[in-house]
C-alpha cells in the first residue's frame, strides 16, 4: 500500500472570554492542511490539497500540496506551498522526495526545504526504509488522527481515532526532539507559543502504531 498525502477525519475576564471564543471559531472553520508522511490512502492518490482560514468574515488562501506520481502510481513527491498575500501566489516551502521499490514501498525519501535567496531546494532530512518482511511487505501499522490548525500560532490540536495512550514527539526537519510527552484519551492540546516560526514534525505512536505529520508553526 503506497504512503500518499493527507488523511482527515479533517471563571474568565470578558477579554478572556473574546479570545477564546475567536479560537474555538477557529478551530471550527479552519480547512485542515496537514502533510502527514506515513499514511496510506487506501485505493486513491490525491493530486492536489488546499487550505483557507477564516479570517475577517472571508475565507483567506492558506497553503497548498501537490502530489506527483509514476506510471505505476507510486508517490514521488509532495510539495508544500504557503500563499503569500503581497504577490497573491503560492510560494515553494518545502517538498518531500521519494524513491520508490518495485513493489510500491517506500525506498527512502529526502526533505529539502526553499532558500529564497538562492531560489533552490536545500537537502534537509533524509530517511532510508528497512523493512524485516523480505518475501512480501504488508500495510504498515499507521494511525488515523485529526491535527488542527495547521499553520498555528500557539497551540496544536489532537484527535485519535482510538482512545488509547498516545506517545507524541515534535521534532525540526534535522529529526531533533523539542518536545516529548504522553496524553490519555482521544483528544490533546499542544502549547507551541514557544516555538519559533518554521516547520515541524509531529510524531505519533499509540498501541504499536506509528504515524509522522508535518505542521507550520508562524
Not at 494511525?143 to 521534532?171: G, K
Amino acid at each position: 500500500m503506497q504512503s500518499v498525502g493527507s488523511h482527515f477525519w479533517g471563571t474568565a475576564t470578558q477579554k478572556e472570554k473574546s479570545k477564546n471564543k475567536k479560537r474555538n471559531m477557529k478551530k471550527l472553520s479552519t480547512a485542515i492542511f496537514v502533510s502527514i508522511l506515513s499514511l496510506t490512502v487506501c485505493g486513491q492518490n490525491v493530486h492536489t490539497i488546499t487550505s483557507e482560514m477564516w479570517t475577517s468574515g472571508s475565507w483567506q488562501n492558506s497553503g497548498k500540496q501537490t502530489n506527483t506520481y509514476d506510471g505505476n502510481g507510486y508517490l514521488t513527491n509532495n510539495l508544500t506551498q504557503l500563499w503569500d498575500s503581497p504577490t497573491s501566489s503560492y510560494k515553494n516551502n518545502s517538498q518531500v522526495n521519494y524513491t520508490n521499490n518495485g513493489n510500491g514501498t517506500i525506498q527512502q525519501y529526502i526533505l529539502q526545504t526553499w532558500d529564497n535567496a538562492t531560489s533552490s531546494w536545500n537537502n534537509s532530512q533524509r530517511a532510508i526504509y528497512t523493512y524485516f518482511n523480505t518475501t512480501g511487505i504488508g500495510d504498515e501499522k499507521l494511525l488515523s488522527f485529526l491535527l488542527f490548525p495547521n499553520p498555528s500560532i500557539e497551540r496544536l490540536n489532537i484527535e485519535m481515532a482510538e482512545n488509547n495512550e498516545t506517545t507524541y514527539s515534535i521534532s525540526d526537519l534535522q529529526g531533533k526532539i523539542i518536545q516529548k510527552n504522553k496524553f490519555l484519551g482521544q483528544k490533546t492540546s499542544i502549547d507551541i507559543s514557544t516555538l519559533s516560526p518554521n516547520i515541524y514534525l509531529l510524531i505519533l505512536e499509540q498501541s504499536g502504531k506509528k504515524s509522522t505529520a508535518k505542521f507550520v508553526k508562524k
